[in-house]
């Protein structure tokens, strides 16, 4: 009985326990401010960034239909997801984003994302990349 008692105890904790018990990321109020703050100006259906990838971030729709190469976010899954690897610097400066540098190939010149601002969009990512 007591066997019993502990499995269902850890059958219930096991999801707290896993995902270190981390707030839910909300995209409306969380990603979507980061989007507008750092690359709307270009991701906005007339600027640089639209212009040459297709990419456009003014909404939950275009953020997730992704490029006119496909999609750039893997629910579920941030290491997968170009969106992430491209704003935390995992793929090269030349197409890193938002283009800071003279390496950069954008002509747009804007600021790097603050590293909490980076783990926000990798998290909401990781927690399924919801509409919320």
Known sequence: MRSS??????????????????????????????????CIMCHDGKGEGSEKSGYILTS??????G????????????ESSTLY????????PKIGMPPTGPASLAIGRG??????QITAIQK????????N
């Not at 939950?60 to 239909?65: A, C």
């Not at 690897?85 to 090269?92: L, P, Q, T």
């Not at 909401?124 to 509409?131: F, P, R, T, Y």
Request: one cysteine or more.
């Open 5 to 38: 008692v502990l499995i269902i105890g850890l059958a219930i904790a096991a999801p707290f326990i896993s995902t270190g018990c981390s707030k839910q990321v909300s995209f409306s109020a969380d990603v979507q401010p980061v989007l507008n703050e750092y």
């Open 60 to 65: 939950y729709t275009d953020v997730m239909t």
């Open 67 to 78: 490029t006119k190469f496909g999609p750039v976010i893997v629910p579920g899954d941030s």
């Open 85 to 92: 690897r491209v704003i935390s610097g995992k793929v090269s």
């Open 111 to 116: 600021h790097e994302l603050k590293p909490g």
């Open 124 to 131: 909401w990512i990781d927690q399924g990349a919801l509409n």
